[in-house]
């Protein structure tokens, strides 16, 4: 079985201030993906970043960037120059590598105030 | 524009009676699931299809069913045995091939009244 861990129920950051949330999992799988998932009031989830496990490079999107740990596994998502748009539900998100099905596994979830 | 359908966005079943809940896609993926998500959890998979006409059972199954006959439609059946169905359903998609994470559709409410 496959876990996902978000210990920070609620977070909060200034507007144009940096912020991580963070993410750890557990997995006995070696091919696996990770994801950060952004839920705002409009409910539609909507894909921030991802990571191949196999990488060490860490991911970056624009603002959004993650620190892959694979041995600690732990993902954490920082937010670059918070906007007032970042406001939302974040959920880390794990699946399996195409061989082993592809169903994804979700953390509980943190939400994200930014204060202007 | 390719993305997932789910109707009706609001929906209010009474107690004892059956409800499906509709998923249409037309980017072409193959595999479609089924998600239910409560206030201050995460989500949890209900069911979920890699193919035409085969599907599986998820983390909390009991008390849903679905059926896939077609490729772009992966309808849930929220049944009477279903004991606390109010709730938030997601229904999403996903290409073949590694790495790819999933297209989502924007949800259905579900109340029980």
């Known amino acids: 079985a496959q876990t996902v861990t978000q210990s920070q129920p609620e977070m909060s950051v200034q507007e144009a201030e940096t912020v991580t949330l963070s993410c750890t999992y557990d997995?006995?799988?070696?091919?696996?993906?990770l994801f950060w998932y952004k839920q705002p009031p409009s409910r539609q989830m909507i894909l921030v970043i991802r990571?191949?496990?196999?990488?060490?490079q860490n991911a970056t999107e624009n603002r959004f960037s993650v620190n892959f740990q694979k041995a600690a596994k732990s993902f954490s998502l920082k937010i670059s120059d918070s906007q007032l748009g970042d406001a939302a539900m974040y959920f880390c998100?794990?699946?399996?590598?195409?061989?082993?099905?592809?169903?994804?596994?979700f953390g509980e979830g943190t939400q994200l105030t930014v204060n202007p | 524009d390719g993305g997932i359908t789910q109707s009706p966005k609001y929906l209010f079943r009474k107690e004892g009676q059956n409800v499906t809940l509709s998923c249409e896609q037309n980017?072409?993926?193959?595999?479609m699931y089924w998600y239910r998500q409560d206030p201050g959890q995460g989500l949890r998979l209900i069911y979920y299809?890699?193919?035409?006409?085969?599907?599986q059972k998820g983390d909390i199954a009991e008390g849903y069913s679905v059926s896939r006959e077609k490729k772009e439609s992966f309808p849930l059946t929220v049944t009477s045995a279903q004991k606390n169905p109010t709730a938030f359903y997601l229904c999403?998609?996903?290409?073949?091939?590694?790495?790819?994470?999933?297209?989502f559709g924007s949800g259905t409410r579900l109340t029980v009244v």
């Open positions: 997995t006995s799988e070696s091919d696996y993906y």
């Open positions: 980017l072409n993926h193959d595999a």
């Open positions: 990571q191949e496990a196999y990488k060490q």
């Open positions: 998100a794990l699946r399996k590598g195409e061989t082993s099905g592809s169903r994804l596994t």
């Open positions: 299809s890699q193919i035409v006409n085969d599907f």
């Open positions: 999403a998609s996903r290409a073949p091939g590694k790495g790819y994470g999933y297209t």
